[in-house]
């Protein structure tokens, strides 16, 4: 009962102070402005280069654009917390870590899943792209479970912020890094191959090769490969961030690191 | 002279105290690589042929926008942040010439944009570096540079009247780099884009070092860089009293 009071009232709690949601002038222009514009920036590009069509520049960033909330926010909550001070109290508290941080994360997941689906209402609104709407129950759980595996790979950057200082300039690394590895803008198979890889081991990567082909028209059990291939890949990442977690606990201790700022 | 050695002094202090930053080195070079590779591959993957050092100079002046916004957009809020903008008021030249180096400064970091692009493009893209009009291409880089220093000065006094001025700064990004035409047409943007990219300077400087690098005539576009820098200064100079003025009269310069 404890942990889930950690999982759900912690989380919750955590939430509401990282990305201040009570404040409309901080939380749209950042989670639902900005997405708009990255969306016709790509779609733009595409149309000048001649590479491609609306469709898959849309499909591609508004997958993407789950991982920002999750990479962010949970990058943002360990050095949130350092900033603050307030790491060493959290650490010397006896609360599981396990709830404590997945309960940091579940209320990213589903803020990259409403940017997610905005930046494809967006994209439906602007550009030139339809999808059916018998697609969509398909394309949500695709969504879903992209966020939860960027979600992951964010917790893994929010364990190297029990370590590293600076975690904010790695989130922006990493986020960035998306757009080129995991195939948002361009199709993966015309990228080198040392590319390609990298981008195999990533979240998103197969998440949008998934969302694509169910925009095409591909049902969810066609997909269904892709679809686990991104929850299982999300799923290593989350177990490495807690063995880091837990690793990087035991060096902040014996260091005495957890109020470096 | 007075004026140039502060604008001079105060320049090198805040280019030196920003290269220290790991945040304004990713901003200025790590992020327009990622972004110019993602374009070259774009192009390459694309029908349009032959654009690479567009690209190149594009994904370069997307570094320069950004440092500018992200610099620029929070120097007032980070000198209140720092408890120095007391001082920064206080002392006796005007407040103008003490914040033109800072915004000056942001949008000179950016140079690390430019030519890790062009850099990274000759490498690994095979872009070609050679500039038509070198002679251009010299006058037509500063005067970019100050271009987008003065319009940061426009940011900094404007953003400082808003609170969430870091949002702002996200959310202006992205539209900037499409309305100035930095790797896309602005034939392709629908006709009323077209005015606004005329107001902003990176259309010119862009326009400015694409003309005098590749082909063609870049002095008018020099020009209007040289204008519309004025304009931004005039504007500044209005703002920034402004908000000096507000800020006295409701004792909100030491508020975080």
New interface residues.
């Given amino acids: 009962m404890t942990n889930l009071r950690i999982f759900f009232i912690g989380g919750y709690i955590s939430y509401r102070a990282l990305f201040n949601w009570m404040a409309p002038a901080l939380y749209i222009p950042t989670m639902l402005g900005a997405p708009i514009f990255q969306i016709l920036f790509f779609a733009y590009i595409g149309r000048y280069a001649q590479v491609q069509n609306d469709e898959f520049f849309v499909v591609g960033n508004a997958v993407q654009l789950s991982a920002m909330a999750g990479i962010y926010g949970m990058a943002m909550t360990i050095g949130g917390e350092r900033w603050t001070q307030t790491l060493s109290q959290l650490m010397a508290t006896p609360a599981n870590r396990l709830p404590l941080f997945l309960g940091r994360a579940l209320p990213l997941i589903a803020n990259g899943i409403i940017t997610s689906a905005f930046a494809f209402a967006v994209g439906w609104l602007l550009l030139d792209v339809t999808i059916g709407a018998e697609q969509l129950p398909a394309l949500g759980v695709v969504v879903a479970v992209s966020a939860f595996a960027c979600t992951s790979l964010g917790l893994v950057i929010g364990a190297l912020g029990l370590r590293a200082r600076d975690v904010f300039f790695l989130a922006n690394l990493v986020v960035f890094s998306l757009l080129l590895f995991c195939g948002v803008n361009i199709p993966l198979d015309s990228m080198p191959g040392w590319i390609q890889a990298v981008g195999r081991a990533l979240p998103l990567t197969h998440g949008i090769e998934a969302a694509r082909e169910i925009a095409d028209g591909a049902s969810l059990s066609e997909v269904s490969d892709l679809v686990w291939t991104e929850f299982f890949i999300g799923a290593a990442y989350a177990a490495g961030a807690f063995v880091l977690f837990k690793l990087f606990e035991l060096e902040g201790r014996r260091r005495a690191s957890f109020e470096t700022i | 002279m007075s004026v140039l050695r502060l604008i001079w002094a105060g320049w090198k202090f805040h280019v030196k105290s920003l290269t220290l930053s790991?945040?304004f080195i990713?901003t200025s070079v790590?992020?327009p690589i990622?972004?110019a590779?993602?374009?070259y591959?774009?192009?390459?993957?694309?029908?349009?042929a032959g654009?690479l050092l567009y690209v190149a100079l594009g994904a370069g002046m997307m570094g320069i926008w950004s440092s500018t916004l992200f610099g620029s957009g929070g120097a007032i809020q980070w000198q209140r942040w720092q408890g120095t903008l007391e001082y920064c008021i206080a002392v006796p030249p005007p407040f103008l010439l003490v914040i033109v180096p800072l915004t000056l400064a942001t949008a000179t970091i950016g140079l690390y944009s430019l030519s890790a692009t062009l850099l990274w493009g000759w490498l690994f893209f095979d872009v070609p570096l050679s500039v038509a009009d070198p002679m251009a291409f010299v006058v037509a880089l500063p005067v970019t540079v100050i271009g987008l220093g003065l319009l940061g000065l426009v940011l900094a006094s404007s953003f400082i009247l808003?609170?969430?001025a870091n949002?702002?700064s996200?959310?202006l990004?992205?539209?900037v780099?499409?309305a100035t035409g930095l790797?896309?047409?602005l034939s392709?943007?629908p006709a009323w884009v077209g005015p606004i990219s005329w107001v902003l300077a990176p259309t010119w400087g862009i326009n400015a070092l694409r003309e005098s690098a590749i082909a063609g005539n870049a002095w008018p576009e020099i020009g209007m860089c040289v204008l519309l820098g004025g304009v931004y200064l005039v504007i500044g100079h209005f703002l920034l009293q402004h908000f000096e003025r507000l800020a006295r009269e409701r004792a909100t310069l030491s508020l975080t």
């Fill in positions: 790991g945040f990713l790590i992020q990622i972004f590779s993602v374009a591959f774009m192009f390459e993957a694309g029908a349009r654009t808003y609170r969430h949002a702002l996200n959310l990004e992205y539209p780099w499409l790797l896309v047409s392709l943007l």
